[in-house]
């Protein structure tokens, strides 16, 4: 009943923006770091998750990542990333604003993608300013434990967010653009619970949107949703498409 629900909602409610967290890719293979059981309970993120830190010792902070970006290569979209790339086809999703790093909703087939926490796809030198792709960098640490610039020896950050750094402004202000004109904001696999991503809701709520959610467990804006599906993505968002996709005579 619920995916019916959720499925009426978008046709009704367009344009639909949907916004996913580290639970569309935990069905991937890849542990969603935040979660009481995950890496960063583990690993304390100052010493090793922070701009900090990779600042004060670059290499120790490559041997917490380099096989956490094997890790992330090596894994393959779910059901889920490729139900929400089958939507954006259908035309019932205008873009997917993600935290994730993965790479994996672009590897789906989803076209308007806007990371907000950074990605894998480059890794930067901040000695001469080159850029490298994930490939090339793959490369440098199959020879070595932290990718060293091939031009001038520093060692090379990924593009991704660290903590204590400012979230690219280009995804941010785009991401934020796409949620106030959102008559729908899609939530999935996210708690809502990491700033400024947390603050993308209130912008559809406040332009008169709606807010859906999937998620397993509950989040901070369940009493503020139209709808909100308990779930896991991968089983719900096929579900989804299922209803949505038009039937073949
Ligand atoms: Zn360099």
């Known amino acids: 009943m619920s995916v019916s629900r959720l499925a009426e909602l978008i046709r009704e409610r367009q344009p639909c923006v949907v916004l996913t967290g580290a639970g569309v890719s935990t069905e991937s293979g890849i542990p969603d770091f935040r979660s009481p059981t995950g890496l960063w309970a583990q690993f304390d993120p100052f010493e090793y998750g922070s701009i900090e830190a990779f600042r004060r010792d670059p290499r120790k902070v490559w041997s917490f990542y380099k096989p956490r970006v094997a890790m992330l290569t090596e894994a393959e979209p779910n059901p889920a ?50 850029r490298y792709e994930l490939t090339r960098v793959l490369e440098l640490l199959a020879a070595a434990d932290a990718p060293a610039c091939p031009s001038c020896g520093e060692i090379l950050k990924p593009d991704v967010i660290f903590f204590g750094e400012l979230l690219p402004p280009a995804a941010i202000d785009r991401a934020y653009e796409l949620a106030r004109r959102a008559r729908l904001l899609l939530v999935v696999g996210s708690a809502l619970e990491v700033y400024p991503v947390a603050g993308l809701p209130l912008e559809t709520l406040g332009t008169g949107g709606e807010l859906a959610i999937v998620n397993r467990g509950p989040t901070g804006f369940d009493a503020k949703a139209s709808l909100r599906i308990d779930g896991s993505a991968g089983e719900v968002l096929p579900q989804l498409v299922d209803v949505l996709r038009p039937r073949r005579a």
């Open 81 to 130: 990333h490729t139900a929400l790339a089958e939507l954006e086809q259908l035309g019932f999703a205008e873009a997917v604003v993600t935290q994730n790093i993965d790479l994996l909703h672009e590897r789906a087939g989803s076209r308007e993608v806007v990371e907000v926490h950074g990605s894998i796809r480059t890794s930067s030198c901040s000695g001469c300013g080159s």
